[in-house]
Structure formats: C-alpha cells, structure tokens
C-alpha cells in the first residue's frame, strides 16, 4: 500500500499552483470536492494514518479541493475533539496540494462563528455550513438564518458554502437563499441537494449568479448532469469515484457537453446504488477493498450495509476499474 | 435576592433524607422534575451564579429532583466543554438536596456512554436520553434503538430514563419501548411527551408497569392530568411552576384526585400560555421579573417572544402569584 501521493498520479494530472488555499471572487473553487470520509478502526477508534491515506488518494483523483467533516464524514458521530484532530489532519495532510473546505455547523450562532475562526485559523478555505436546526422540529425563521449566517461571517474572512439539505429542519427557500447571498456577500458558494435541486439552481444563478461565485451539486453527484446544465459549476460527491466525476465536471464546465452526458449515464448506475443502497458506507467500503484503509467500519448506530448490499456495490464498481480499488494495490 | 435555600422554604416542605441521589428500583424517583435552565449573561456568556440561584429556588420549591442538560436547557446550543461546566456546577451545588438527572443524548452510541458514564462519575442519580437521531433525516432501527441503549447501560450503574419526545425524527412506537424495557434493564423511566401520551403511558404501564418504575408525564406538564390518570408517576416540567405542579402530583398520587384535578384545571391556562406561545422562554421570562436570574436571553438563533406575548404571559403568571415571581424579591 502506497502512502505518497506521486506514485499514483492520474494521466490527466499536473502541476498546481501554490496559492490554491486562497480562493478569490475572480478564482473560485470550482470542479469535483468530495467529503473526505473519517475513518475509523475495528473498535471505533479514529484511524488517522488512515485519514491521510485517503487524502493521498484523494490528491491523485486530481480533486479541486476536500471536504472535512461533513455528514459523509459522519460529523453527527464525533466529539468535538474529534473534530479537531480531524480538522487538523486534514490541513496538516493535504498541506495547500488542494484547498479544504471544513464543516462547522452547529444550532447555536454563537459556537458556529467559534467553529468557523477555528477553521480559518487552522488553514480553512472555506466553511461550509447547514441553516441551523435541531433534530425533527427545531427550525428558524428566514430572518433567523439571515442572521446566523451574519454571525458567523462577521468571524471569519474565508468565503462560506451554505448546505441545503434535507437533514435539516429549517428550510432554505429559493428566495431565502437569493436574500442570504445578498445580505451576507461572504455567502459565495451554495450546494444545493434538496429534490429539484436542478431548478433551484437555476433560480439562484439567475437571481444572484454574479455573488454566487460557486454554485454546487451534492447528493453523491446523482443529479450531476441536470445540475450541471442549470449552471452549477462544482459538485460535492463523496469519496467513492471523485476521479471519475471530476472529469465530467470538466467536460462540461469546458463545453464539452456531449462528453459529460456519455460520462454521466456511464456512471450514474454506481452512483445511484450508493445514493439509495449504501450511503456513506459505499465510499468505505470500496476504499478498504481497495486497501486504502484498514476498516470500513462507521459508528454505532450507523451499521453496516447487508452482505448482499455490500457484494452488489462492490461487484458493480469493478465493472468500473476506478481508482478508488487500484490505488492502495 | 436570597441564594440559599432555608429563607424560603414553602410550608410543605420538611427534611429529606440523606441518600436522596441512590435511586433503587424500590425507591424510584417520583413527583417533580423540572428540567434546570442553562442561564445565561446578556452577551450569550454562561451565566453560572445565576443557574445556582435557580437550584436554590427549585429546592424551596420541594422539587423531588432536577434534570440538567435537557432540550428546556437548551443543550443544543452548548459546547461540551459548557455542557461539563453547567453538569459539574448543577451536582455541586444541589450536593444531594434533590437527585440530578443528566441529559446525555448523542447520536453515537458510544459517546452517549461515555457522557453517560461522566455524568454517573459527578454524582448523576439517572442519566436521561433520546433515542439516537440526526436533524430531520437520519433516523434509527428499532434494533439499533435497543442495541444503543444496552451500549449505554454497559456503562453505567445506575437507571435511565427514555425521551420520547417529537424532536426525535426515530420514532418510538409503543411496541419498541416496551421491547427496550424488557430488554434494557436499567431502563426504568420514560418520559413520554408525543401526542397521545396517556394512551401510551396507560399501554407501557399495561405491558410493562412492574419494570417500569417511573412512568413520566413531560412536555410542561401540559397533560399531566390524563398522563397521571393513565398511570404516569411524575411529570418532568419546566421551571416555571414546579412547585405549584408538584402539589398536583402530589395530590393524585395520594389518592385525592379533585384536588389533583382542581389543581391541574386551574393552572393549565398558564402551562398552556407556556406551551404553544413561549416554550423554554417562558420560564426565564418569570425568573427575569421575580429576580431569580439577571438575563433571561437566550442563545441566537432562538431569539425573545415578542413584547406583546411576553406581557401576555406576566400578566397571566402574576395571577397565580407563583413562587417563581416571588422566591428572589
């Protein structure tokens, strides 16, 4: 098993330039980000000479930036040491070879401003934060969002990722979102994985495209391409095929639509066996048959998916040769 | 403003034994339970002197215990480092008055024992927790729901109560509760605060009542006359009125239910007021104006009720003349 980043270097991959952790309105982060998954050994321990084996292959997927604790990194399991060490391993690992986006969602305004300086203070990109929320029935009014997003950029000088998604309680609008990037101008990047997302997408480029710098997929890529042609310009996808994704991105952010297409309907049966059998298991799963990491255990009460489950997603993903099973071999 | 407990003692109070904070399946924790607010300064800082100030109203107030850390506590707006500081500072200051219950819910299984097991350490006479959930979405098995209590009870000794409350997004159907006391000793209490919840405290109680020592009535006291009529032994209420509630249970429990009914009849336009107009708020509202607490703010983004409901609930509260009006002046 290979622990460098070099040795594995994709065809399509090339030199980056140094100043990648600064992203400007004028040079934004764009492209495939994927949630860096947070590994964790047999007893639920976390694995951190893991975490960096995955980063490395993350590198060699050629990915435009990773994503540290968000829900695929199982953040909802985590102490907020644990969050920390994450946070910390993810930026010391990747070392500026790609920009990092850390998670800092928390109900209270006040602790995600806190979470959010840490991030930047830690070398942070970017932030990417929920509307705040707690549980079923925990939600906040539109001026409510408006204001904790204010809190929390009043903190920090990084651009912010607000995440629209159906795990939270209180809903993002169309309209709330366009008032939030007008009212909080830090609000730069906005992933967007709620049903329909391809037209709120839309909605949004065309109300607020000159703020909104970074329209994003999410949902482990599986409306790409409809959210693609709404105007998205990045996708957030888990660790599984980031590669694979990021060269549809590519095509089609470069015009290359018909390319995109073919490569889109070439892997939407993985991706949709992830989105709907697996969820965040499918990246663990197939980063351990591939020998990147040790376990692909997830927290209790997140269990494993069924044998049959798991036999199925494995032996559709070689049909695939993707990275993510050659690169640890 | 008085910050100890003999000056105010109500005229049914008396001594109370010494080994109040053991609780045996023969000696179960009965009666009032308010649930303790986190007090805080104008500026969201923890407000610590003033939550002892509200411990020493909640003895004179013959509580029969207290519950730290619940969603009444605002717990989701709290670093872990407050939650450690307002459990510690909740244990030394009762310091056996009245047993503590801790709230310890965690979506990990394996940190809701370990926050299980901290809070037995501190002195906890019962920790007290939801089933394992995440925001709107991420719900749990009811295998899962039994499989993380017993990793709960593993760590600790002594009894646990169950939430079952609508914030949950996994639900707990009757059934599943009744499995989880049959199948988790240590679960001894639950708190049922969802629609229907006499029905379904009559239905536990039914299935169950010889394991299930503590039966609780929830949700301010709303429908404590139905929960205690189906067999609810204890109402875990706010801090508003828990003196006023606890006569109530009191009564019922002695048998002389007219004057339970009396009792309950006549303050359910207040707890109502609190219920659907005000939620936590109320309670610090009432503690504000009876000099109890210097701030009755809590943290963004849940912001104040609005001037004319905060009137509307001084007004309607100072018919009562109730403790909590008059216990710091």
Known sequence: MSTTSSEHATPDSGPR???E???TPSSPLTGVVPVVPTIFHDNEDLDLPGLRRVLDYLVDARVDGV?????YSEQFSLTEAERDQVAATVLEHTAGRVPVVVTTSHYSARIAAQRSRAA?????AMVMLMPPFFGATLSVSAQGVI???RTVADAIDIPIMVQDAPMSS???PAGLLIDLVRQVPQVRYAK???PFAADKL?????AVGDQLVGPFDGEESVTLLPDLDAGAVGTMCSSMVPGELGRIVRDHLAGRRDEAVAGYERLLPLIHFENRQCGLRAQKILMAEGGIIGSERTRAPLGPVSPRTRAGLVELAKRYDPLVLNWGR
């Open 21 to 23: 952790r600064t992203l």
């Open 192 to 194: 967007i994985e709620v």
């Open 202 to 206: 839309a909605t949004l480029v065309d």
């Open 147 to 149: 204001d904790y997003f």
């Open 17 to 19: 330039p140094d100043d």
């Open 67 to 71: 994503c540290a604790l968000a829900n």
């Open 120 to 124: 930047q203070d830690m070398g942070a």
């Open 170 to 172: 209180t809903p993002l």
